[in-house]
């Protein structure tokens, strides 16, 4: 009895590789769908589908070679990871922050405000008293400096973060960003006038 190489690693390392490509796919075209990505979830769905197809037919192929099973369940297991990483690094979408405190929330309110992050206020009536409940909308990529500042004015304020699936009109700090450029833009246009 020979060794084949080709039957006992190639094909179950192609399987696993593949396995994690369909599941990281399918990971973002559910991620893509719930945010409304109409367009893009069916091409992400169809790719994931065809690679799915190609990875079943090596396990059925080699039905005998257990290498292929392995594989197969590794791929599933390390493609969950990955999709979720990938889902991180993107981080794409927009969540709402709701802040809840019973400290004077005015120092948190004007750190937010200064950074262009778009804030509702609103005094409200909780367990032990008299709250203030402060909403945001922020990009998801901005999740990290809304807690900070959370953490810097108001450490023991109770949060909660959820997933918006669309916003209509909104303060963003990318917006801020975005007249820099353009009012850099417009003073060299100026200037090149002059010459």
Known sequence: MTFDLYTWVIIPVLIFFARVLDVSVGTMRI???????????PVLGFFEV???????????ENLNNPLCYLGYAGG???GNFVGMLLEERLAMGTLMVRTVTQADAR?????????????????AQG???????????????????????????????FYT???TRS??????????????????LSVLRRWRKGK
Do not use: C
């Not at 991620?31 to 979830?41: S, T």
């Not at 799915?52 to 059925?60: D, E, G, K, P, T």
């Open 167 to 184: 916003v209509g009109e909104g303060v963003f700090p990318s917006r801020e960003r975005a007249a820099k450029p353009a009012a850099f």
């Open 76 to 78: 599933f297991a390390t």
């Open 50 to 60: 065809l690679i799915w197809l190609l990875a079943i037919r090596q396990v059925m």
């Open 161 to 163: 973060v959820e997933d």
């Open 31 to 41: 991620i893509f769908l719930a945010r409304g990505g109409k367009w893009i979830a």
């Open 127 to 157: 367990a032990m008293g008299p709250v203030s409940v402060i909403f945001t909308v922020i990009k998801r990529k901005n999740l990290g400096r809304v807690l900070e500042l959370i953490q810097t004015h108001n450490p023991r304020a």
């Open 107 to 123: 120092a948190l309110i004007d750190a937010l405000n200064v950074e262009n992050y778009g804030v509702t206020a609103v005094d």
